[in-house]
């Protein structure tokens, strides 16, 4: 049919999106004149019921097999068997390979070209472009995600995702963000042809035969993913990792609810109910629905009194997140429980209290720089089922990263992620890739809260935003209400780091977190936010900025962070409890001289005034570069009350 990727039976006006996968697939079978049947594509092996699928799910199945064409399929049941089964084909295909000192633990290395999100690659594809992005102005270049029309997609499409899967298994992943049957989860079916991915899918998500009972004929989120290495292989593969990283094109379909990605099979590429679908679609549906997906972990905090609150906080990639939502408090008598370290979704109760759940169910955490001092119970986790990718080996059978040199035995020798054995500090190459990670599952975290898996969610009691800031941020203040907290979200800064294909310590704007991850324009997100105020009658959680990165002129950090964070978190639980422990200051409010419990500390000389300090310059240039980018990248759709609070704090710094 069309190649327009419009309907043409669309009546007056607005046009719909049919699915492109839908689409696609019958273009691909008219154009080679292949039978429309499934049954006439040669299929080797068949696993899984295919007959026994509801009818939705089954005509994605289909449609996908039609235009990948793979010679198998597999419908995945989600059990203990079939996970062994496909860590065996991966054993087998040199993918992986067992960790003899850890229980049920794989090393799976990749092609060196295939490490990391790809942000540049990665689209949104909407009919309006302003739908997805504001306009850039003044000749900026947009920072705020990238645009694919659906023209562009369906040729994308043709050319790469036709025959895609030639001579390859297609499995089928039925899976739920969130408890299976929560009314706040969503279920999401990928078709896949890397048995990696089904591997860490199903860490990563509920997974399997439970999904497609509570499903039925329901709607879902279309996921197909390819490597893109059809076989007979054109070229050999680097570390048997299948992928084409020139090719890679990572795409998300909100009106239909569709992710297509390819060419890559890693981490947020590849899993795609991560980011793909708990954040780029998630936000879309949560704006539809007047609810929030947000890149924040979700943590528990008990005080020695024994009152328990719940805080959200938004990091970007590789700031801590991990480290925070499994904190080991360094202050007697509180205690943190880990919800989830990465994804926050958080709709308003019947009594209009904002609970949050973590859709996902397993860690994909950064690997170096965790370590008995800054994450023991993350050390702790991982000890068994887990995959680490791109980690470098030990010869005893375990795994090293940078951040572990203290941890393992003096006579081992090191193998690094690339394969050099005798791998030693003095090559002055990391051991393990920088974006390294492991994949394991929540549920066997020594700290989870028992209400991780609560259908209805934790109540949230404070939003967190932070990054890693050197110079000028203070450790932690308060916005002044709700509005100056969608502010201080909106500025959000941060140091690039490895999670994406960035080089350097540049500063980057990061709003919320979710820079890499908006599903739709950044404006229209910020007056979503800015909505929230008058869907609730009860108090809004109390909004909060923290950086534990501020260094000195040497360059050394000034706080000690990790367990001693729990210093500023019981300050944020005086605030949530009405305590007068604030005062306020241009930026926002600072705690009072003593609010911070600084027991324990008095050791390490820690300078607070120099934690605290609000330097004229700094936070001048500060709101000068805010303002650029504002007027840059989000233009026009910039909710005035955004740029009303920017005023009012460049006024406040003026009297600094
Ligand atoms: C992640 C990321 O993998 O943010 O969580 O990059
Ligand atoms: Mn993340």
């Known amino acids: 049919m069309v190649s327009s990727g419009l309907t043409s039976a669309n009546t007056v006006g607005c046009a719909q999106l049919t699915s492109v996968i839908t689409e696609a697939s019958q273009m691909f079978a008219e154009s080679t004149k292949k039978d429309l049947s499934l049954e006439k594509i040669s299929l080797k092996a068949f696993q899984g019921m295919l007959v026994g699928l509801k009818p939705k799910v089954r005509k994605f199945v289909e449609e996908s097999a039609r235009l990948c064409q793979p010679s198998a399929i597999h419908i995945c049941d989600g059990s203990d068997r079939e996970m062994r089964h496909h860590l065996n084909i991966m054993q087998q295909a040199g993918m992986i390979e067992p960790l003899p000192k850890y229980n049920n633990c ?140 020139e090719r890679t094109i990572v795409t998300h379909v909100p009106e239909t609810k569709e992710i297509i990605s390819f060419g890559s099979g890693y981490g947020g590429n590849s899993l795609l109910g991560k980011k793909c679908f708990a954040l780029r679609i998630g936000s879309t549906i949560a704006k539809k629905e007047g609810w929030l997906a947000e890149h924040m972990l979700i943590l528990g905090i008990t005080n020695p009194k024994g009152v328990k609150k719940y805080i959200a906080a938004a990091f970007p990639s590789a700031c801590g997140k991990t480290n925070l939502a499994m904190m080991t408090p360094s202050l007697p008598g509180y205690k943190v429980e880990c919800v989830g370290d990465d994804i926050a979704w958080m709709k308003f109760d019947e009594d209009g209290i904002l609970r949050a759940i973590n859709p996902e169910n397993g860690f994909f955490g950064v690997a170096p720089g965790t370590s008995t001092h800054t994450n023991p119970v993350a050390m702790k986790t991982v000890l068994s089922n887990t995959i680490f990718t791109n980690v470098a080996k030990t010869s005893d059978g375990g795994v090293f990263w940078e951040g572990l040199e203290k941890e393992i035995p003096n006579n081992v020798t090191i193998t690094s992620w690339l394969g050099e054995t005798d791998w030693s500090k003095e090559s002055g190459k990391p051991a393990a890739h920088p974006n390294s990670r492991f994949c394991t599952p929540a549920g066997q975290c020594p700290i989870i809260d028992p209400a991780w898996e609560d259908p209805k969610g934790v109540p949230i009691s404070a939003i967190l935003f932070g990054g890693r800031r050197p110079e000028g941020v203070p450790l932690i203040y308060e916005a002044f209400n709700w509005r100056h907290g969608v502010m201080v979200g909106a500025a959000m800064r941060s140091e690039a780091t490895a999670a994406a294909e960035h080089k350097g310590k540049v500063i980057m704007h990061d709003p919320f977190a979710m820079r890499p991850f908006f599903g739709y324009n950044f404006g229209h997100y910020l007056q979503h936010w800015l909505s929230m105020e008058h869907r609730t009658d009860k108090p809004l959680p109390q909004i909060f900025h923290v950086n534990w990165f501020r260094k000195d002129e040497k360059g050394r950090f000034i706080w000690p962070g990790f367990g001693d964070n729990v210093r500023v978190l019981d300050w944020i639980l005086q605030r949530v409890d009405g305590n007068d422990a604030g005062e306020e200051s241009a930026v926002g409010i600072l705690p009072r001289p003593s609010s911070l419990k600084m027991d324990g500390l008095e050791n390490q000389n820690i300078d607070l005034d120099e934690l605290f300090r609000l330097p004229k310059d700094f936070w001048q240039q500060e709101v000068r570069d805010i303002e650029k980018y504002f007027t840059e990248q989000v233009g026009d759709d910039l909710p005035n009350e955004i740029a009303e609070e920017l005023k009012k704090l460049d006024k406040r710094i003026e009297k600094l």
């Open 106 to 245: 794989w090393l799976a290395r990749t092609d060196p070209g295939d490490v990391a999100r790809v942000e540049s690659k990665t689209f949104m594809v909407t009919k309006d472009r302003r739908e997805t992005i504001p306009l850039p102005k003044d000749g900026a270049k947009g920072l705020l995600g990238n645009w694919m029309s659906p023209d562009d997609l369906t040729k994308a499409i043709q050319i790469k995702i036709s025959s895609c899967m030639t001579g390859r298994t297609m499995y089928v992943v039925p899976y739920s963000m969130g408890p299976v049957g929560s009314p706040l989860s969503k279920i999401g079916v990928e078709v896949t042809d890397s048995p990696y991915v089904v591997a860490s899918m199903r860490t990563m998500t509920r997974m399997g035969e439970s999904v497609l009972d509570a499903l039925g004929d329901g709607d879902f989120v279309k996921c197909l993913h390819s490597v893109g290495c059809p076989l007979p292989l054109k070229k050999n593969l680097v570390n048997n990792w299948p992928c084409d990283p």
